[in-house]
């Protein structure tokens, strides 16, 4: 395996492949990374550590997608690649459910393919993926819970309730629910936790707002509840993310 990353690194050190990781550096809207046979990453370009909230390509090298997702989506992104790998097939056009730079989750077009050796072994994953203007036409419409994620994205600091956003879309919160998992792969409940976690991620990242401030903003009982939801969700403490920017 230490072998595959150390293929990949002389790879990334090819005239032309640096070539072109500079060019995806200069494309703000195209997110460009490079993983190994273990989905950690190798190299992104700089709009998807920007999208990530991250400062320095130190910060995301060696991690995976389970360090920034919630489980269910991370768990699928990781068997996609292993599917990707196993069969030596690219996925073209892949509709994924991810968060944006804000904390919303937002519909990307991804397009990987599985780096090969000259003997076809596969050692890691590359691909590009670029966010939508709009709804995918191609993924099936749950008109309600889409709505849901509309009204929760847009006020994530609201004290949102389950059962008061399923009357508002005229369905039952079991309805709900389920229209949640086929959709992102999470509860309303996760959604709405995972919301005000990542928008309060982006207030730490673009003001100076005290953490006990954003605590009460985004309905939290106090500061130490605040903080442990924090670290469940990023894997770190409101103080040391905000050190880390």
């Not at 990353?5 to 032309?16: A, G, K, N, Y």
């Not at 730079?101 to 003997?119: F, H």
């Not at 670029?130 to 847009?154: F, L």
Request: glycine content about 6%; overall charge neutral.
């Amino acid at each position: 395996m230490a072998e595959n990353s150390d293929q990949i690194d002389t790879l990334l050190r090819e005239p032309l492949v640096r070539q072109m990781s500079e060019l995806f550096d200069r494309l703000p809207d195209t997110y460009f990374f490079v993983k190994n046979e273990r989905s950690e990453f190798v190299h992104v370009n700089r709009a998807l550590l920007h999208r990530l909230g991250l400062t320095r390509i130190s910060q995301i090298v060696g991690t995976t997608d389970h360090d920034r997702y919630p489980k269910q989506i991370a768990d699928q992104l990781l068997e996609g690649d292993r599917q990707l790998m196993e069969s030596g097939e690219g996925l073209i056009d892949h509709a994924e459910v991810l968060f944006d730079e804000a904390g919303r989750l937002e519909w990307y077009s991804t397009t990987k393919l599985p780096i090969m050796t000259s003997s076809d072994i596969p050692i890691g994953v590359i691909g590009i993926t670029r966010s939508y203007s709009g709804r995918n036409p191609s993924q099936p419409i749950h008109s309600a819970a889409e709505r849901v994620i509309e009204t929760i994205s847009r006020s994530p600091s609201s004290p949102h309730r389950v059962a008061a956003l399923a009357r508002e879309v005229g369905i039952s919160e079991r309805q709900l629910h389920r229209q949640f998992l086929q959709l992102v792969k999470m509860s309303p409940r996760e959604f709405i936790l995972r919301s005000r976690i990542q928008a309060s991620a982006a207030d730490l990242r673009n003001t100076g707002e005290s953490i006990a401030s954003l605590s009460d903003k985004y309905g939290f009982c106090d500061q130490s509840a605040f903080t442990r939801q924090f670290r469940s969700v990023l894997g770190m403490t409101p103080g040391q993310y905000r050190r880390t920017i």
